[in-house]
């Protein structure tokens, strides 16, 4: 089929619009089984009581079909475009703008848009590099795949970098993750996921801490020395105490995730991006013909 057969430009765009609202009113299967272990190991009164009150919240909308939480957040879209994708990536970026909008027009969903030294609003959660997308491309490929995570602005204020150095090695790492998220304390509305960005440079530690947030609750790294780092760092953060909502208890983190980059020899970049409790995501499958189907995961 030609590209000219094909509206692949209203393909991504009825995408990205159903993507923003799907993320936005059903969380996926991992979180909720995570919040229900939560709420099975937590023996703190009060924040067993904060966990059923999120539960609860999870319930109702649900029931309602309603937003899990009122923050419609930032739309953040990761996008895997195959080579011989016939959409070229400047006109995805138009139509990924455009079913945000749709979105938020239509259901309608708060705009939390804003110039960022003006501070008025700059449209219906679009702007200036607004959404945000990340990109990667893949050789001997004629599909795309779109992840949407809504990012609250709870959460996303609790972000943290440090140029730690190479003496300071694993140890400065563990030392920096578990400062960031103590500082936060009940701040990013925990328990939550803690994503940690280790190596490559100051940028790409924060973009590899925001994709580490991004995947399925639990999953490890393939990198067996990364994924033991996973596992100590989740176990020390729910030593911490702060609990669910920081009000104290058991599990202040639903699950700690790293992605890593090699880097320079006189480097150690460290970043943490948390994600909140209504980790919400999902993704689309484009393929190209136009046909969408629609994941949790790509
Ligand atoms: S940080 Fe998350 S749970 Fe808290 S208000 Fe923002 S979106 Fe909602």
């Known amino acids: 089929m030609s590209t000219i057969d094909v509206d692949l430009a209203g393909a991504v765009e009825d995408a990205a619009a159903h993507l923003y609202v799907w993320a936005l009113k059903d969380i996926p299967q991992d979180l909720r089984d995570a919040l229900d272990d939560a709420r099975a190991r937590e023996t703190s009164v009060t924040g067993k009581r ?3 009150t999120i539960h609860r919240n999870v319930v109702i909308a649900d029931a309602e079909s309603n937003l899990v939480c009122q923050d419609t957040g930032i739309a953040v879209y990761s996008c895997r475009v195959g080579e011989q994708f016939p959409l070229h990536p400047a006109r995805i970026y138009e139509s990924l703008k455009a079913g945000t909008a749709r979105a938020t027009l239509e259901h309608p969903l708060r705009s939390n848009a804003v110039h960022t030294i003006t501070r008025e609003n700059t449209g219906p959660n679009i702007g200036y590099r ?14 795309l795949d779109v992840k949407c995570v809504p990012k ?3 959460s996303e204020n609790m ?3 440090k140029m730690c150095v190479p003496a300071d090695g694993v140890r400065g790492i563990k030392q920096f993750v578990l400062e960031s998220i ?5 701040k990013p509305c925990p328990p939550g996921i803690v994503g940690v960005g280790i190596g490559g440079s100051a940028d790409y530690a924060m973009y590899l801490a925001k994709e580490a947030i991004a995947r399925p609750i639990g ?3 393939p990198d067996p020395i990364v994924a033991k780092l996973e596992e100590e760092l989740f176990e020390l953060l729910n030593e911490t105490g702060i609990g669910p909502m920081g009000l104290g208890g058991d599990v202040t983190v639903l699950q700690c995730h790293i992605e890593h980059a090699d880097t ?3 480097l150690n970049p460290v970043a943490v991006n948390y994600q909140c409790w209504a980790a919400r995501r999902a993704s689309a499958h484009i393929a190209a013909d136009g046909t969408t189907e629609f994941d949790r995961e790509f």
């Open 159 to 161: 972000s943290f970098l």
């Open 264 to 266: 320079h020899m006189t």
């Open 219 to 221: 999953t490890r790294n």
């Open 130 to 143: 607004l959404p945000i997308v990340h990109w990667d491309f893949v050789e001997d490929w004629d599909g």
């Open 152 to 154: 609250g602005s709870g």
């Open 182 to 186: 103590v500082g936060a304390g009940g």
């Open 50 to 52: 904060v966990l059923e």
